[in-house]
């Protein structure tokens, strides 16, 4: 969707640990939510040209990664991901 994306690149430090970088695109504030397995943290909130940083252990299983503004998460800014 047009105004409701947010480039996400993951990078691996040691075993399941991830570093999650945020850049939104758009106007609105945004934020990264992680859900799945035990799992609920949450990324700063940042505006555009701004960036942010998530550090999470994943364990094996499934993730859901979503923008926590409003009706995003409705109108497509979600992710499933699978650590295996």
């Known amino acids: ?20 970088h945020i850049r939104p695109y758009g106007d609105p504030p945004r934020a990264l939510e992680i859900e799945g397995e035990g799992i609920e943290e949450s990324s ?18 499934t993730y859901e990664l979503y923008c926590p503004f409003g009706n995003h998460q ?3 800014m979600t992710v499933e991901i699978t650590v295996e």
Do not use: Y
């Not at 994306?5 to 040691?14: A, G, K, L, Q």
């Open 74 to 76: 409705d109108q497509g």
């Open 44 to 61: 700063d909130t940042i505006g555009p040209g701004e960036t942010t940083e998530l550090t999470v252990t994943l364990e094996l299983g």
């Open 1 to 20: 969707m047009s105004g409701h994306r947010v480039h996400i690149r993951t990078r691996r430090n040691h075993l399941r640990c991830r570093n999650i």
